[in-house]
């Protein structure tokens, strides 16, 4: 079964609006465009529902129930309980209160292992516990690959290790990090695990369920959705960790780690997340029941059509000496994110390929550890070129050709 991208792309007024029109979008994995399902449920949410949510008139009423129905069906889909999913304002802020809880839970002379392959937000807040005297071992990438070697954590891997943190995939290296392998490794180990799943989520959402980490973190907003951080916390972890919300919400495992209070509308929305991938299953053939079913049927779809359109984009970049394509160069093993280093300031590329209708950016992208440990000066920055399964064949075409003008 190939995607129908007509049909994708009829889901995303962005793609019909006329302003964009001629643009194509390779920055997603700043933020994707929002489908139609997420844009019409935040409109109605607004117009029609816009009161405190749980009180028995019948607008506030159908806030609550839209507000579980997010909740619900997205955990569903996720294969994980209704309460083990939450939404705070983002992933950062998701994962500095979670800091919060094992800074307060573990005891001094524990270890926790981080990366230098994650996004800051994965990595800094966690690193901070060292101020508690938590022992912090760096699993460190591979300075030429990026790759992250499960054989070098099960080095680090001991009895005083409590928490093993690290990417899906990466927002710069892109390679696609083997969550059950290294989850069986640190289980194993006795350590508890936390997955930085936003490079990955757009690109199909994963069932948390059975790749098994007791955390796993993506942004709605980055996943077609409204500007929400996602967090799937295990009840087994979320049980032990203290409570960081309000003393009378402590039974609410979805409160117990979301102190702010939850932004109603976009809550509610993201339950349009669902909405557009139960219309691509339902529009491709795919099975009729069974949510993680049904989510893994359109991670499938979606993966294939990125697949297919990322392999001539990587065998266009990956043997020239101008530049270093970071990570794979095989598609299947990687997220269509890919960034370049090109050895002088990765900004102003950017901006020449603005000028030729394509978005695309340049810079760190809060990936300054990984970028450091490549060797490249994070100042420069890469150029990064993402795309998803919306994007078409036409805009890597266009793509490629505006590449060999500005490289
Ligand atoms: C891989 C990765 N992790 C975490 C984050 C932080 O997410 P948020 O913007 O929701 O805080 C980003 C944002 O760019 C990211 O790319």
């Known amino acids: 079964m190939t995607l129908d991208i007509d049909f994708v792309r009829g889901q995303f007024p962005a793609f ?51 507000m579980d129905e997010a909740r619900q069906r997205l955990a569903a889909m996720m294969g994980v309980e209704t309460d083990e999913l939450s939404f705070g304002p983002s992933t950062t802020q998701n ?3 979670l800091a919060q809880a094992f ?12 990366t230098n392959q994650d996004h800051e937000a994965n990595t800094g807040p966690w690193r901070r516990l060292a101020d508690e005297g ?18 070098k954590l099960e080095t680090l891997l ?71 951080g996602m967090m799937v916390m295990r ?16 039974d609410n495992l979805y409160k117990r780690f979301t102190p702010a209070g939850p932004d109603h509308a976009q809550i509610a929305a993201s339950a349009g997340m669902v909405d557009y991938f ?5 529009h491709h053939g795919g099975p009729g029941e069974g949510a993680t079913a049904r989510g893994e049927f359109v991670h499938d ?9 990322l392999q001539p984009l990587l065998d266009a970049l990956k043997d020239r000496n101008d530049l270093r394509l970071l990570g794979p160069s095989e598609a299947e093993r990687r997220a269509p994110t890919v960034a370049l280093a090109l050895n002088r300031p990765a900004g102003p590329v950017a901006e020449r390929l603005a000028e030729m209708g394509i978005m695309a950016g340049g810079g760190d992208f809060y990936a300054v550890r990984a970028l450091t440990a490549m060797g490249i000066d994070p100042e420069e920055g890469v150029l990064r070129l993402s795309f998803t399964h919306y994007t078409s064949q036409e805009e890597v075409n266009k793509l490629i050709k505006a590449l060999d003008q500005v490289l």
């Open 16 to 66: 019909q609006e006329a302003s964009l029109q001629g643009q194509a979008f390779f920055e997603n994995a700043g933020g994707s465009y929002t489908c139609q399902q997420v844009i019409d449920r935040l409109t109605r949410y607004y117009t029609q529902r816009k009161v405190q949510p749980y009180a028995p008139y019948e607008a506030s009423r159908l806030a609550g129930a839209e």
């Open 95 to 97: 994962t500095y209160v």
């Open 103 to 114: 800074r307060q839970f573990l005891q001094p002379g524990e270890a926790i292992i981080v």
């Open 134 to 151: 938590i022992e912090v071992r760096e699993w460190e990438i591979d300075p030429q690959t990026g790759h992250l070697d499960p054989a």
């Open 158 to 228: 001991d009895e005083k290790v409590r928490l093993v943190c690290f990417p899906h995939c990466s927002n710069v290296v892109g390679e696609i990090n083997p969550v059950t392998e290294i989850t069986a490794l640190s289980h194993a180990a006795g350590a508890f695990v936390c997955v930085d799943g936003v490079s990955y989520a757009p690109h199909g959402l994963p069932n948390v369920g059975d790749l098994g980490p007791d955390i796993y973190l993506f942004s709605a907003y980055k996943t077609y959705g409204p500007h929400q």
């Open 235 to 250: 009840r087994e972890l979320g049980a032990l960790l203290p409570n960081q919300g309000h003393f009378f919400n402590a």
């Open 278 to 282: 139960d219309a691509l299953c339902d």
């Open 301 to 309: 779809l979606m993966r294939a059509h990125e697949v297919t359109l």
